[in-house]
Every structure is written in structure tokens, then in C-alpha cells.
């Protein structure tokens, strides 16, 4: 079973970036969310501490900040299972649904 990490930007509309692993979803936050804020949006020290984080390549700091400084949160999953037909074979779904909770009677 594989899985990712995945982060929910709550904007309107709200935005899901995935990754293999968080490591590289702080890099692509920083990359995809941070540094595409227009700088008119920001103030100055907020501005310098992002660009110094991103240089510094202290990815999660810089998301932090900007967080901090948009008031936007972001939601960070570090483990979500992405299924395949190797997991969840369609010959056996049917065998396993009948013995679901959904399939049990309640006891008289």
C-alpha cells in the first residue's frame, strides 16, 4: 500500500497539494504557496522573514509565517493510504461485503 502526505490550503476556493512525503510537501508549499504571494500582500518584516526562511531552505518555517502573516490555515495529513486494485481486488469485494456490519442482523 503507498501513501502520501497531502495539505489542505483553507482558501476560497480551498486548494490540496499531495506528495510522497512531508518533506517534499513543505518544499512544495513553500514553492507552490509562499513564494506566489504577490509581496504587496505582505508586510515588510513578514516579507524578509519569508524570503530568508526560503533561501535558508527552512521550508516549514516559511509556511509557518506565512500562515502567520495570511491568517489562512493550511492542514497538513502526513499519512493518507492510496488504495489500489492490488488491495482492494474487485473478485473479492462481494465475498467481503456480506460479512460487513452492514450485512449482520441485530439480535432478536
Known amino acids: 500500500m503507498t ?7 483553507r ?5 490540496v497539494y499531495a506528495a510522497d512525503t512531508v518533506e517534499i510537501l513543505q518544499r512544495l508549499l513553500a514553492l507552490e504557496v509562499v513564494a506566489r504571494t504577490p509581496p504587496v500582500e505582505l508586510d515588510r518584516s513578514a516579507r524578509g522573514r519569508m ?6 531552505e527552512r521550508w516549514a518555517d516559511a ?3 506565512w500562515i502567520d502573516t495570511t491568517g489562512i490555515a ?3 495529513y502526513t499519512h493518507l493510504h492510496v488504495y489500489s486494485d492490488l488491495e482492494l481486488p474487485n473478485d473479492l469485494i462481494g465475498a467481503q461485503l456480506q460479512f460487513s456490519p452492514l450485512f449482520r442482523d441485530d439480535p432478536a
Do not use: C, F, G, K
Not at 3 to 9: E, L, Q, S
Open 3 to 9: 501513501a502520501v502526505a497531502y495539505a489542505v490550503v
Open 11 to 15: 482558501d476560497e476556493p480551498p486548494t
Open 51 to 56: 524570503r530568508q526562511a526560503l533561501l535558508d
Open 63 to 65: 509556511v509557518v509565517e
Open 74 to 76: 493550511i492542514d497538513v
